[in-house]
């Protein structure tokens, strides 16, 4: 099978990569703390000295970092991937990062003779895990095809959404919807709390109908039960929100929601909470 | 089988007292505007000459009205139902109204002999001629169990939430929560839009995951057809939250969510968008 590069091995990268390697794919991969690679090599994988050294003996990289300067960095830093790797090769970013510097590093490697699909995933690590993620990806369709098996192994719904950029531009809705959702959540279940109604019962009969989300129907229950691990943490919810908010800065309009949920979540991470799943949001206000 | 008084032959009554025929019940109703019962009387419904009248011959009345005035109106007012409602009988206020003002003419119905559930619907004019609304029943839990039958007849979620009142208050949770998964899905589709991204796309990959909401899934395709008939109008959305808004200011606290999408649905109803569907929300903004 063919052998894939894998740079960026933390709490999402480690479970993507497992499924990879338990799927048969040969693995070289990089992290900057080396240690968290160890599981892997346990599994087969191969640890290369830099992302240059990855993409010595690869021709598919997959990038799973943490924010836009780090991929950067990866890519086109010293000891950086475009260093060693062969024309014709496709570097996969399923990072969160900026879609206006997206598109910027897809035209750079294209201009080295590379092929780039941004490709950020949503889901959580409980979906890294299960080899459930939604994949949303951008960049050329045929590059997009090609990388479908690879896709498939590590997520369960992959939409292809359009030329490169695109995926972290609907990655980046996403993360608003969501997150204003989160919000409705949990200010519901605050002035259910503030007016003494019963919050199963209020949950249960909020869940059931118009008013029904996601994220009322899967974090609304670990509020009740007071659990506040992530999941997905208020610091990763946070930069995703200021990713939107750049991006808005650059469109230009009025995104009232926006505003309001980038306010919220650094005000608590202000607070100390960014550790917190982003249930905890509910932790900015005292009972 | 018993006979039922049904005030209130609206958008929502007139289906809701449709259902309760077709069950097999005997009906007594009112609506100020009479010939809105006309079709009523030929599936055997008694018209009434006011709320007193339909009281003298019934031991259930439903009142199915537009605000708390109206409520307060038929029942204590002139020619009102508690002038000849016979001791022991009941007053079930399926309207969406104050909770605060619910928990005053529930203490002034039972000095005078009666009980009183409070019971508001969830589900819209399509739940109501579907007999599928959800029902989030206040009052004393003996008086919930000998009506459930006639719940079951117009709802199917029919969840008892508590003590009088207590209807009220989990339906404006309900609606601060709808409300603002609502402005979610809309400012999600508008950066969409603004960004050139295949909406169908989006809302497909967005719809899939933890950003997902009954408000997205079924409110977002009518935007994207340009359908903004009600469904629930922008001038009901506003009533509500103007409810959750003065309920708030009894109770205290910073509520940021539902100050924003109060002060968005009142621009909307300035903005003249009152009898559009709450999805119109979105024409607010220009493309």
Chains 1, 2 share one sequence.
Not at 6 to 23: D, E, H, S, V
Not at 120 to 141: D, F, Q
Not at 194 to 217: F, H, I, P, R, Y
Request: charged fraction near 20%; aromatic fraction near 6%.
């Amino acid at each position: 099978m063919v052998k894939i590069g894998f740079i960026g091995i933390g709490n999402m990268g480690k479970p993507m990569a497992t499924n990879l390697l338990r799927a048969g794919y040969s693995l070289s991969i990089f992290n900057r703390r080396r240690e968290k690679c160890e599981a892997l090599t346990a599994l087969g994988a191969e640890v290369a000295e830099s992302p240059q050294h990855v993409a010595e003996s690869t021709k598919v990289v997959i990038t799973m970092l943490s924010d836009t300067q780090a991929v950067e960095q990866v890519l086109f830093g010293e000891k950086g991937v475009v260093l060693s790797l062969k024309p014709g090769s496709t570097v996969i970013d399923m990072s969160t990062i900026s879609p206006v510097a997206t598109v910027e590093f897809a035209r750079r490697l294209e201009a080295l003779g590379f092929q780039m699909l941004d490709a950020p995933v949503s889901g959580g690590e409980k979906g890294a895990v299960a080899g459930t993620l939604g994949i949303m990806v951008g960049g050329r369709r045929s590059t997009f095809e090609e990388c479908h098996p690879l896709f498939h192994t590590v997520g369960k719904t992959v939409t292809y959404v359009g030329p490169s950029g695109h995926g972290q531009k609907t990655k980046l809705v996403n993360q608003l919807v969501g997150a204003t959702n989160l919000l409705g959540a949990v200010e519901g279940l605050r002035l259910a709390r503030a007016a003494g109604l019963d919050l199963e019962t209020t949950l249960q009969a909020v869940s059931s109908g118009a008013a029904s989300s996601w994220m009322l129907a899967n974090l609304g229950p670990l509020i009740l039960k007071e659990e506040f691990c992530p999941g997905f943490s208020i610091r990763l919810q946070h930069k995703d929100l200021k990713l939107v908010q750049q991006w808005i800065s650059e469109l230009g309009g009025d995104f009232p929601a926006s505003n309001l949920v980038y306010l919220l979540f650094t005000r608590a991470l202000e607070m100390g909470l960014g550790d917190q799943g982003n249930q905890g949001l509910i932790n900015m206000w005292e009972r």
